[in-house]
């Protein structure tokens, strides 16, 4: 049982198979966020922020299995971490606008999506301070907090940008 709950574990951590797709694992990761972040929206900010919030709170045990099974810390195939990340990125513009994209104009927030998962993308790599300190925590803990922090940072650039770009 146990060597099925790992391979279970280890499918979720890798991002439903996306962190094992080369090059570039975080970013097929962060797409798999983006295409959970988008319907996200259609819901109130607070039901945005709770979802949100209970997937970072599930992903520190979810990556810390993936540290545990793999045998290395904060592995590349783990990608759970920023699949979490990626609704956070959009949930401040959100909050700010207090707006939901209408279903028939989803389309049209299209350059909205893209800023965000560049800016989140762009983060995540250069890890600037205080995104790379974050890494030092223990375990799943330091895997998750520092995707989570990225997205912030990228979800409080995308509220002024959003304004030069169609409102979500």
């Known amino acids: 049982m146990t060597f099925q709950r790992d391979r279970l574990l280890l499918w979720i951590a890798q991002g439903f198979g996306s962190g094992r797709l080369r090059p570039g694992p975080g970013t097929w990761g962060s797409l798999v966020g983006l295409a959970m972040a988008i319907p996200l929206l259609r819901l109130p900010v607070a039901v945005q922020a709770a979802v949100a919030v209970s997937l970072a709170i599930l992903a520190v045990p979810v990556c810390a299995a993936g540290e545990r099974i793999l045998g290395r810390k904060d592995?590349?195939?783990?990608?759970?971490?920023?699949?979490?990340?990626?609704?956070?990125?959009?949930?401040?513009?959100a909050a700010f606008w207090n707006a939901q994209p209408p279903p028939n104009q989803l389309h049209r927030a299209w350059p909205v999506f893209l800023a965000g998962f560049v800016l989140f993308r762009v983060l995540d790599i250069w890890k600037p301070w205080p995104i790379r300190s974050l890494q030092n925590l223990h375990g799943g803990l330091g895997v998750v907090v520092d995707d989570l922090a990225a997205a912030l940072i990228a979800g409080g650039v995308l509220i002024p940008l959003s304004t030069l770009l169609p409102r979500l």
């Open 75 to 93: 592995p590349g195939s783990v990608v759970f971490d920023e699949i979490v990340a990626m609704p956070l990125v959009f949930l401040p513009a």
